[in-house]
Structures are given as C-alpha cells and as structure tokens.
C-alpha cells in the first residue's frame, strides 16, 4: 500500500501555487531577469493534468496569485536588499498580464472564491486561505507550482506549522535554479511533506475515489419501550435527542446526536438492529455495483434524508443503508 493511500479524499484539496507570466513566460519577470524558465515551463502539462484530474474527481482546487504593489511602503522599510531587487524589475504589479495566470492554466480558473491572493512568499501568511481550507473540510494539501525555494517551500512549512498534511508533487513544482532542486526535496521529505510524482497522485486519485463505504453513518434501533429506551440513552448513558419524528411506516423515531436512532416495534428479547447506515462515496456506482454482484436493491437510489441515498440487502437480508453526505439528486 502506497504512504498516499493513507489520505481520505474527502479531506483533500490540490493547492496550485503562482503559476503567473511573471514566474513561467519567457516575457516575465524572471525570464527577463535572464532566469532560464525550461524547468517552471515543464510543470505546466502536469500542473493542468492534475488540476483536471482533481476536478474531475469532485475535490478543490486551490489557485494562489502573488501580486506586488509598485509602491510598497512595507517593503520600502527594508534597509538590506528585498530579492524584488535582484530582478530587473518587482514581479506581477496589481493588474499587468505579469501577474496574471498563464494561458495555458487559466481556462482551468472558473470560480474566483478559490483564487487567494498573496502579497508574500507563503499562501497562508496574512491571506484568507485558512479560512477557506476549513470551510472546503480540507486537512490535506496536495501542492504544486512556483518557485521550489520560495513560495512553495514556505507554504509547505507554514503548512506544517498549522498541522495540515502536505505532499510535495515534485515534478510539477518548478525551481529557478535546478540544481537546489535536491536539497530542497531532502529537506520537505525530512521535516515538511510526502514527495510524491504527478503518476502516483493520479494513481492515488484512481484508487481513493472508487465507490466505497466510508465510515458507519448511524444506527437504527428497534425498541419495545421506546420510552424507556430513550431514558435509558438520555439519563444513563448521556446521550442527547436531535429530533423526534415520526418513521416513514407511522412509527415514533427518535434521533440522538451520537448517531443512533430509537424506534418502536422491538420483541424486547435483546433489541433488533433495523439497518446499518454507512456514509458512502458514489452511491449511484455502489448501486451499480450491487445489482451487478446479484444483490438486491430495497430502493433507491434517490434523494433521502441524510442526501443521496440507496438501501442494499446483504446477504442475511440485513438493510444496509448508504448515504453521500450532502448531494440531494
């Protein structure tokens, strides 16, 4: 099993770094700058394949774009030379076609949400995307872009100061000087990242996001007294009620926050486990899946309360229930 397998999809995003005219054109201001740009010009066929693999895959996509003031006080401060100096001029100024995504990558861009600007090397330094990163559920950053021993180590290192997980795509990141390429790889492997190469992520990505049961999603317990039942739950047990409803058959539901689910109709003999209820990744191919081994499909797939949802019939008839979290058609 490969080190990536350990990665849930559900929690991953694929965080694309300055590829800008002024760090991979020719015209830019690195190679203005008389920075050979074959290796940054190298990452963009790959970049864009995993940009399309990831989309595909129903998984973020996380842009950053560096754009530099021409009147910086801050950095005006400075009394030693700022690397802007080393240029022939400061790179990507707010609003040049130096700043701006290169041609070949920025068809890929269709929501601005997912495009963080920055002002530094590091994407997370006083920028928002944190804040975006937790909304998206996302603890692992797949990174690739420009430049190796700039921006891209120092978002890997801030991403590992915050406890996200990092891998490094190594051969769609980009240095402006190759040779320092190796070094800086034995430093992420060490203390920062996963190195992986664009072929095992797209491999990685082919085998995680198979149909599959993710995790036990709740469970649905046949009571004889319901009453007493959740009393016992409530009082004894500390759990706590979400809801009370009434099942689809007429029956009284009750739902806790700890994911079991109380009903009537139970023998009392030891309780009966009505249905099991996994979350799910492609319920619709799971169902496929299902009907193609000759099991047999109790309904669905269809809308249900938790979102998509199907009910499968194991091989004892026990109801298992299979739900993605947050898709309604």
């Known amino acids: 099993m490969s080190t990536l397998d350990l990665i849930p999809p559900e929690r991953a995003a694929l965080l694309v770094i300055d590829m800008q005219n002024a760090f991979c054109h020719e015209e830019g201001t690195l190679g203005l ?14 970049v864009r394949g995993l940009v399309e693999a990831f989309r595909d895959a129903g998984l973020p996509v996380v842009w950053t774009q560096q754009v530099h003031l021409d009147n910086d006080a801050s950095r005006a401060r400075k009394v ?26 920025a068809d890929l861009i269709t929501d601005p949400t997912m495009v963080v600007t920055k002002h530094r090397y590091g994407a997370f330094y006083e920028t928002r995307l ?24 120092t978002t890997l290192r801030e991403a590992y100061l915050r406890d996200y997980d990092a891998v490094a795509v190594t051969d769609a990141i980009g240095a402006v000087r190759p040779q320092w390429t190796d070094t800086a790889h034995a430093v992420w492997q060490q203390y920062l990242a996963q190195l992986a190469t664009t ?32 009393a016992f739950y409530t009082d004894v047990l500390g759990f706590t009620v979400r809801k009370r409803e009434d099942f689809r058959d007429g029956r009284k539901l009750v ?23 996994f979350t799910a990744r492609d319920v619709d191919g799971l169902a496929e899946r ?31 229930e299979l739900v993605e979290p947050g898709r309604t058609a």
């Open 130 to 153: 944190d804040a975006l990163l937790g909304m998206l559920g996302t603890r692992v950053l797949f990174v690739v872009g420009l430049t190796a021993n700039a921006c891209v180590e």
């Open 255 to 277: 739902v806790t926050d700890q994911g079991l689910g109380l009903t009537e109709g139970g023998t009392g003999a030891s309780g009966v486990l009505q249905h099991l209820c």
């Open 199 to 230: 072929e095992e992520v797209h491999s990685w990505l082919e085998r995680a996001c198979q149909p599959a049961a993710i995790g036990v999603h709740h469970l649905l317990l046949e009571t004889k007294d319901l009453d007493a039942s959740v």
């Open 33 to 46: 700058s008389g920075v050979p740009m074959e290796a940054a010009r190298a990452t963009i066929a790959p």
């Open 290 to 320: 299902a009907t193609a081994a000759g099991y047999r499909i109790v309904r669905g797939p269809g809308p249900g309360p938790y979102g998509h949802t199907v009910y499968v019939a194991d091989p004892d008839g026990n109801e298992i």
């Open 80 to 105: 030693l030379p700022s690397h802007t100096q080393k240029r022939v001029r400061v790179s990507a100024l707010n609003g040049t076609w130096d700043a701006a995504i290169v041609d070949e990558l």
